[in-house]
């Protein structure tokens, strides 16, 4: 009878430490997936933090491109700018003349 509950005691002993191993390998498993992902998450979120950076920089410049169209488009409805135009490209008005500095 001792014989036999010895037997049970080792048997019982090597399985439960054979299920205290399995136990153990899926916590190792489970912990290196997640440190895995984690620094996976953070590679990718930091690559797209970057791509918004790009954004609002190419955005902040496109905006200040439109400002400066807008100001041409009001400058170019003021006939005394288009005068201003005309002139640089050698157009002139009616009775104006040239005058040519020799430098």
Do not use: H
Not at 38 to 60: C, G, H, P, T, Y
């Amino acid at each position: 009878m001792a014989n036999e509950r010895q037997r049970r005691s080792e048997a019982t002993s090597a399985g439960s430490k054979r299920r205290m191993r399995f136990y153990w390998a899926g916590v190792v498993i489970f912990a290196c997936w997640a440190l895995y992902t984690l620094i996976n998450q953070e590679f990718s979120m930091n690559n797209e933090s970057q791509r918004l950076s790009d954004a609002k920089a190419q955005k902040v410049a496109s905006e200040a491109q439109m400002a400066d169209l807008k100001q041409e488009i009001e400058r170019l409805s003021d006939p005394e700018y288009i005068g201003q135009l005309a002139n640089q490209q050698g157009m002139t008005r009616d009775g104006e003349k040239i005058i040519q500095s020799a430098e």
